[in-house]
């Protein structure tokens, strides 16, 4: 069964929620980057196992947990609520088949889920990384399934907030085929640090816009 990593920083509101859901069978890692809120002591009572990392950043809890990781097949995703760990399996699939070697889940948002401002930098991103390398895709979606030695063979170097964009601008480079499939997004539980504010949202534009240069 697919590890499933979960980079959290404070998540302790929708970690129990997040951790009850994941699939029978499937190992979640929990990637604790600094939380103050005792997320990580919450998830290792309800049976995740736990790793720390103390470089802040987004890609550096997600190449933690990759490199964790021991299954085939990893999965990443969100541990703020917004995202059901329920669709992991469904994403998961095409690469399970040997039908693609990096699967997105493109969000189907609830109402309230994903702010405008979020929105819209998503769409430019998307855009912008169609100009550049052909390559068409939907959302940029933080819900996501490739094998595990491959991830590691592209040795992504951002350590930020553009590793998800880094991720398919390297797959795309050495030939993976890409699919989108899609999930529920849904209100996110506490406050957020990226798209929930402008600020956030504006750092995560100014990391990609890094990687795509």
């Known amino acids: 069964m697919p590890d499933v990593i979960l980079p959290v920083l404070d998540e302790a509101e929708a970690i129990t929620w997040v951790l009850e859901r994941m699939p029978a069978g499937w190992h979640p890692i929990v990637v604790d980057n600094g939380s103050s809120d005792g997320s990580g002591d919450i998830a290792r009572r309800l049976g995740a196992e ?4 103390r470089q802040r950043g987004f890609g550096a809890a997600c190449l933690r947990g990759l490199q964790t990781a021991t299954s085939e097949i990893v999965c990443f995703m969100d541990c703020d609520g917004s995202l059901d760990p329920c669709d992991l399996a469904e994403v998961a699939a095409p690469v399970v088949a040997g039908e693609a070697e990096l699967v997105l889940g493109r969000r189907r948002a609830s109402a309230g889920a994903w702010p405008l401002h979020a929105r819209v930098a998503n769409f430019a991103l998307c855009a912008e990384l169609a100009r550049r390398t052909g390559v068409r895709l939907r ?5 996501r399934a490739a094998p595990r030695a491959g991830l590691v063979d592209l040795a992504l170097a951002d350590r930020r ?3 998800p964009l880094e991720m398919v601008l390297r797959a795309h480079a050495a030939g993976w085929r890409l699919a989108e499939v899609p999930v529920a997004y849904l209100p996110r539980s506490g406050r957020s640090k990226v798209t929930g504010t402008v600020r956030g949202t504006l750092q995560a534009v100014h990391d990609m816009a890094g990687v795509l240069r």
């Open 161 to 163: 907030s553009g590793w």
């Open 139 to 143: 959302d940029l979606g933080p819900m």
């Open 50 to 53: 736990v790793v720390f990392e």
